[in-house]
């Protein structure tokens, strides 16, 4: 008999901006758990006792109460934001360089300019405004989805909370930050500038009427599947889900909206009525 998907307990990491809610997060500043029919255990203990040596899918929840999120750079992390909630519509976020701005500068005037409003900027000659200005600033609405590939410049602002699936891997350069930089000394504007990709434009999907959305992303995908009642739909080995709307049941286990759950074989699954999930793993799920 296969095993059932497993419960995340997450942990709870405090931000200058406000704090971070891990669902299948491994680090040394916190670990989620799992709750099993036999128990809870920190989640490194249930991935080795069957046989997983990488981590899964990074999930958490992003929740910008006092702030903006540092304005940064990932080289090899990839992630997808689906939008939780707007504390004032339409919500913000910066995300790539400012088309604009590229046009009138030119690639090698755009970094070199954006890198000195972020110096000054991190020396307290100014504020953060200069070095926005050359981000391109979108609006986002609840059940929104951005993928942001490697090396997009980006900044969640304050009151936007989103749903994250994300590369499970601590690696960023900071370009220019709001709020005290608490797990490193001072900013990476030089390395963050060097290595922005000018030409990326991500879009932002609104949820639509398609039952079924899938974000491929370099090493992981994120699923939405909206899903009418009793339907069932299968979910490969390692999947972490979040159920957004409804619930979904496996086996005789049903997991409530805003909760998480971790699939260690692969199974099928089904709504409890109009549901939806996002499901994000090493493979697309086919249903």
Not at 44 to 53: F, M, N, P, Q, V
Request: aromatic share 6%; with cysteine; net charge negative.
């Amino acid at each position: 008999m296969s095993e059932p998907p497993a419960i995340l307990e997450p942990v709870t990491v405090d931000k200058p901006w406000g704090r971070e809610v891990w669902y299948s997060g491994v680090e040394e500043r916190g670990e989620s758990r799992v709750q099993t029919e036999s128990g809870i255990e920190p989640l490194s203990c249930y991935l080795a006792s069957r046989g997983r040596t990488d981590p899964v899918v990074l999930l958490k929840a992003l929740e910008p109460v006092r702030g903006n999120l540092y304005l940064e750079v990932h080289e090899t992390k990839s992630e997808v934001y689906v939008v939780d909630r707007v504390d004032q519509a339409p919500g913000r976020m910066l995300l790539g360089a400012c088309p604009g701005r590229r046009e009138a500068l030119g690639d090698d005037g755009y970094r070199a300019a954006l890198l000195g409003a972020a110096r000054q900027a991190e020396s307290g000659a100014t504020d953060l405004a200069p070095v926005q200005a050359f981000m391109n600033r979108v609006e986002l609405r609840p059940g929104d989805v951005v993928p942001i590939p490697p090396r997009i410049p980006h900044s969640l602002l304050q009151g936007v909370h989103v749903i994250e699936f994300q590369t499970p891997a601590f690696e960023r350069k900071i370009l220019a930050a709001s709020q005290p930089v608490v797990t490193q000394h001072g900013w990476d504007s030089a390395a963050a500038a060097a290595i922005i990709d000018l030409s990326g434009s991500p879009e932002v999907v609104p949820r639509g009427q398609p039952a079924k959305q899938i974000f491929d992303m370099p090493g992981f995908s994120v699923t939405r599947l909206c899903l009418d009642a009793d339907s069932t739909f299968a979910v490969p080995r390692w999947t972490v889900g979040w159920v957004v709307d409804g619930g979904v049941r496996g086996g005789d286990r049903e997991f409530p909206p805003r909760s998480a759950f971790l699939a260690p074989e692969a199974t099928t699954l089904r709504a409890c009525g109009k549901a939806e999930v996002l499901l994000g793993g090493d493979s697309s799920v086919e249903s």
